[in-house]
């Protein structure tokens, strides 16, 4: 083939453009747009067709959104695409302070976690880890009351990416790494702890 | 060809023989100037093993110690301050140089001069080639620069699921938050067996009414204050502040006879 | 072939399936997902591996990812996608070395890597790191003081295209010159006891 400052890439290549600006595009394109982007002389109306038309009938199409275009699964295979929609919320700080304690500290009963927080520790914030399944109930405390204790699951360590929980780093170890502020962090007092549990286990949005 | 890979051939004087060319003594001088740019004594030595022009594998310890130690008299000279790494680094290259040049001395335990230069220079092929690892890594295709992800979110599903999600930082952080908050509370006195020296003062106020004779300040401590010493302690000294609070007042009058004698105290006859 | 009710989709199908599962996500799936997700009996491994070829050349290929798949464009379009592009924050020399070492030594400790940098590891490097979430902690050495090791995650390797760790650039080289050993400064004890841990963990998993 030759190459030339003004020619334009080859069909194919022109096609294989296309793909991938469609692909990894936040938005649908325009024509107009594609063309800006791809090399002088490309045709992206052209190239989007035969795009269009190779990807008939496979699990990704090739769509007409307005003036625009996009790649989208296909319908019929929305079933699969459950995962994909799932809404993902941060944990409220009550929440993941109890996680971190049992992490750090299991077996551990909730009386210990509440020693540990200074705070009592509300039924939502423990239900939610239960249902999250990263914390399951271990084995009774064999003290007075016999109280149940929790432990974290293999579905923590895999979120978290550790392979054991005694893989966690230390206190020592976090200042050493620097992930420890020496500093007080924002909303560190006793007060403000105090004040959202007493606004109730609330689950901050993002 | 090499000039200094050699080791048996020591320069008389290494501070002025060490570097041959214009060439390298330039970049000696400018190696002074920019000691800020080095990530330490191994970083400075990897720079300057470069000045031998060998494969690092062939470089000559001896000499590349004796360019170290130049570096560091130059810098001396210059007044330029190195950290206490680069002298420590100084004072184990001499170390190492006295046992390359001196034969072995029989009696001498551990490791050889040449055991040490081996593992040196092992150290800084090592850092040499993790730097070109990164290098390479660096210049490998990367997401978001030369390849890119789906960039438009899927909406096809009507199913909604909400999961709670959390980062490792998130929580070691949070735990950190909780293991710490303790460093991070305002100072506060919370030991319970405590006299203040407002509840002295107010007993002593209580007390000093009757006390037209010297008594001993010892004798207006509570009494179940005084079994515990640390009680005792503590309420001494409260007592002994509200004294002086008072005294200041001039309600009271203070006197000591000796240095540790016992303290007395009497209401002040026109107070 | 066996008659069922819960006979497998054919082959085709099934490869439409894992393309609309791949496209569909940003991040890498695994094959066990893959065939979680898909209809019973349905053998996300040969699927994945007919896509790979099918997109071979084109603008978006199918990459593996560890033991996940992706789907990726083509890095000779990459001129294309300058829009796309966000702008990363740029990591220090001593977050890049630092990653370096623990990508070619993994299983690595804190002191590992000062020991082969020869400065300590500054405030702030490794938490960077732990961030972009291209490292993660490993086991702890069975050495005294229990340390904390580090290790690279999947995510470092689809940032970098690579399928293992293995296929690091130069690796194999460097492990034949005995560059990757922990050898101790003579004299300096018998601290070498987990090499062979090392060397039996390495670029294991994941």
Redesign the interface.
Same mark, same amino acid.
């Given at each position: 083939m030759e190459e030339s400052l003004f020619e334009a890439p080859a069909p194919e290549e022109q096609e294989r453009m296309v793909e991938a600006i469609l692909f990894a595009s936040a938005e649908p394109v325009t024509v107009a747009e594609m063309n800006a982007r791809m090399p002088h002389g490309a045709d992206g109306a052209a190239a989007v067709e035969r795009l269009r038309e190779r990807y008939r009938g496979r699990g990704v199409r090739v769509v007409r959104v307005g003036d625009a275009w996009a790649m989208r699964t296909a319908p019929d295979l929305g079933f699969l695409m459950q995962k994909e929609t799932v809404e993902t919320r941060k944990l409220s700080r009550a929440a993941i302070e109890t996680l971190a304690i049992i992490a750090y500290h299991q077996p551990v009963t909730r009386a210990e976690i509440e020693e540990i927080r200074g705070v009592s520790v509300s039924r939502g914030t423990v239900d939610q880890l239960l249902e999250l399944e990263w914390i399951r109930f271990g084995r009774r405390r064999m003290t007075p009351g016999r109280p149940v204790t929790f432990v974290v699951t293999q579905g923590f360590l895999d979120h978290f990416g550790l392979e054991h929980a005694r893989d966690l780093p230390g206190l020592k170890e976090l200042r050493a790494a620097g992930l420890l502020d020496n500093r007080p962090l924002p909303g560190a007092g006793e007060e403000d702890a105090h004040n959202e549990e007493n606004q109730g286990e609330m689950f901050e949005g993002e | 060809m090499p000039t200094q890979n050699n080791d048996t051939a020591a320069p008389a004087d290494p501070f002025e023989e060490n570097i041959v060319s214009v060439e390298a003594r330039r970049d000696a001088e400018a190696l002074i100037v920019d000691v800020d740019g080095f990530?330490?004594?191994?970083?400075l030595l990897l720079m300057l093993s470069r000045t031998q022009k060998v494969d690092l594998r062939r470089i000559s310890i001896l000499a590349l110690a004796e360019q170290y130690l130049g570096f560091v008299e130059r810098a001396k000279v210059l007044r330029i301050e190195l950290a206490a790494?680069y002298l420590v680094m100084a004072a184990w290259l001499a170390f190492l140089k006295s046992r390359l040049l001196l034969p072995p001395d029989p009696a001498d335990e551990?490791?050889s001069g040449e055991?040490?230069a081996?593992?040196l220079a $092992? #150290?800084l092929?090592? &850092?040499h080639? !993790?730097?070109? +690892? +990164?290098a390479?890594? !660096?210049a =490998?295709? #990367?997401?978001? =620069?030369? %390849? %890119?992800?789906?960039?438009?979110?899927?909406?096809?599903?009507r199913?909604?699921?909400? /999961?709670? /999600? +959390? /980062? &490792? &930082?998130?929580? !070691? #952080?949070?735990?950190? =938050?909780?293991? /710490?908050?303790d460093d $991070?509370?305002p100072y506060v006195m919370d030991r319970d067996r405590i006299m203040t020296m407002e509840q002295a003062l107010e007993r002593l106020r209580s007390l000093i009414g009757f006390a037209g004779e010297w008594t001993e300040l010892s004798s207006y401590l509570p009494e179940d204050w005084s079994t515990d010493p640390a009680m005792r302690r503590s309420a001494t000294a409260a007592t002994f502040a509200a004294t002086l609070e008072l005294a200041k007042a001039g309600s009271i009058e203070l006197r000591q006879h000796d240095t540790f004698a016992p303290i007395t105290i009497r209401k002040k006859s026109d107070g």
């Open positions: - | 990530e330490g004594p191994l970083d790494d551990g490791p055991e040490l081996a593992h $092992f #150290q092929e090592r &850092l080639a !993790m730097r070109e +690892a +990164a390479k890594l !660096m =490998r295709d #990367q997401k978001g =620069r030369e %390849f %890119f992800v789906r960039g438009l979110p899927e909406n096809v599903s199913v909604r699921r909400v /999961t709670y /999600t +959390a /980062t &490792l &930082l998130d929580l !070691m #952080q949070a735990y950190a =938050r909780i293991r /710490t908050r $991070f509370r």
